[in-house]
């Protein structure tokens, strides 16, 4: 059998190597990738199981064998994708778009599974309106300004739900579709995941510095983390907390010009500064009548050329852009939409500066990228050609093109900053909602989400495209691809599984 995922976890360490067996059904992991030890073995392959538990003992040089007998499986229901569930419920395009804010917290499988009937859902999601976006299911933190749903909204929703779930029988009305296993490149890689010191621990945003660190934000709680891949350890710096009582964890992980680490605090209501030589933070709090109990930041853009002193940042509840002034500690209040036509809702989300520190933003919740002057404070919006994209986040490369991932679009795109003109690309795979987008030195094209269980290298120039499958449900944020390996390797955290992966295409 080709494209079936085997992982090798060692019994000490816990960390986790997988490769993708061939045409001809062969594995083979590097022995470079499996020091001496015992590893369980198991394997990914939709629609199949392991026949029982298998064990592999590695002594130095030593070549070992292994061959493994698979069986179909009882419960294909458990095997499946969130892409995989949204290609088999019934419903419209719009109704399954509604979806998509779930994944953010748990997989559809909980949804699918439920017994719940309309009423029941209606009760549901009131409650889990008032969650903090960082919450898990091991980690659920409630908001302090309560939140009430629109009921006419939350109906519909919830009568839609009762329709994709167990409530009416026990057994769905719709079938099961999968996607085919991976086959030719996208068997050649190799996937290590390693395992973070606690299961709390869910990891959103991965940086490498110079040494080869990695540098992680922990969206739960109230840490900046750091890996160190060679020896697999784990490092944690406690962030200072804001505002007592509120949901911890921070969101976006930016490095400045000097190698320092700059942290956007959701809940806690401001920003922090993380230098990496000192080991300490600097935070800075927003105040009222900008700060209130609903106040929260997402993003934060340090210094790009250092020309202003000025770091960006975005105020969610207001729909807005801050922007802090080093010098003074103060932030302004900046609305891009205050000009815009009414009746949509906007949220500026990912973000990227130019040489004149300038702010490319994406509009997480409409169809936007937009552009802030950062001498004059003016705004400009150019909407992207795919009507409701949602763009999410992104990155500018050298050239001054932002590339950003389409959420609701289920494409990748580009936008030229200087011609001021867009590209966009299809993912391959229907329901994908990418969430991030990297190019690398090569000219590829990298994303990832939390959907799929699959990383997605395109090509912009011939539009072909290679999908790697990775081992178990994977929750992917903001992605990383390091340009000093050839070929590059692709890091990124998985945010429900509290586990850092590193992917390693063979070519």
């Keep these: 059998m080709e494209g079936v995922l085997v992982s090798a976890r060692n019994a000490a360490t816990g960390l986790m190597v997988t490769v993708v067996s061939d045409s001809a059904g062969h594995y083979r992991f590097p022995a470079s990738k499996l020091p001496a030890g015992r590893y369980s073995l198991s394997i990914r392959a939709i629609g199949y199981t392991l026949d029982g538990e298998h064990q592999a003992q590695i002594r130095g040089g030593a070549r070992v ?26 419903g419209s395009e719009q109704e399954k778009k509604t979806l998509l804010e779930c994944m953010s917290c748990h997989t559809l499988e909980r949804i699918v599974r439920s017994h719940y009937g309309a009423d029941g859902f209606v009760a549901v999601l009131n409650r889990m309106a ?14 302090k300004a309560q939140r009430v749903p629109r009921p006419d909204l939350v109906r519909k929703a919830a009568e839609y739900l009762a329709t994709i779930n167990l409530s009416a029988a026990p057994v769905w009305s719709y079938p099961l579709r999968t996607l085919p296993r991976p086959k030719g490149r996208a068997t050649h890689v190799v996937v290590t995941e390693y395992p973070m010191p606690r299961e709390t621990i869910a990891p959103h945003d991965v940086r490498r510095d110079a040494e080869g660190m990695i540098w992680f934000s ?40 000097d190698g320092n680490y700059w942290l956007a605090l959701m809940f806690q209501g401001g920003l922090a500064k993380f230098d990496t030589k000192a080991r300490t933070f600097m935070t800075w709090a927003v105040r009222p009548p900008l700060g209130n109990d609903a106040t929260q930041e997402s993003m934060v853009m340090p210094l790009g050329s250092g020309v202003d002193g000025k770091v960006w940042t975005n105020l969610v509840d207001r729909q807005s852009i801050l922007r802090l002034d080093l010098a003074s500690g103060a932030f302004e209040l900046i609305d891009p939409f205050k000009n815009a036509p009414k009746g949509r809702t906007h949220s500026p989300y990912g973000m990227a500066v130019d040489a004149k520190n300038d702010l490319y933003f994406m509009d997480f919740g409409d169809e936007n ?46 936008f030229d900053i200087k011609n001021e003109d867009f590209h966009e ?64 390797t692709f890091w990124a955290g998985n945010n429900h599984h509290a586990a850092i992966i590193r992917l390693e295409p063979i070519d």
């Design 65 to 90: 064998t292994a061959d493994l007998h698979l069986d179909a499986a009882k419960d294909l229901a458990a095997q499946l994708t969130n892409t995989e569930w949204l290609m088999s419920i019934p």
């Design 130 to 143: 008032n969650y903090a976006n960082n919450s898990t299911p091991l980690r659920p933190q409630l908001r």
């Design 218 to 257: 922990e969206f739960s709680e109230q840490n900046l983390g750091m890996l160190d891949p060679t020896t697999g350890r784990v490092a944690e710096y406690a962030i200072p907390t804001l505002k007592t009582g509120f949901p911890t964890g921070a969101l976006d992980l930016e490095p400045d010009r």
């Design 369 to 414: 990228i937009g552009r802030i002057d950062a001498r004059t404070g003016a705004a400009t919006i150019y909407p992207t050609p795919t009507p409701d994209s949602r763009p999410r986040r992104g990155m500018m490369d050298g050239s001054g093109r932002l590339w950003f991932a389409e959420f609701a679009g289920n494409r990748l795109g580009m």
């Design 425 to 488: 690309w299809k993912v391959p795979t229907p329901w994908t909602a990418p969430y991030d987008a990297a190019i690398d030195k090569n000219g590829e094209l990298w994303s990832g989400g939390m959907s799929s269980d699959r990383v997605l290298r395109l090509d912009p120039a011939s539009d072909r495209a290679i999908e790697y499958l990775l081992p178990h449900q994977t929750n992917i944020r903001r992605i990383l691809v390091d340009n000093s390996t050839d070929p590059v």
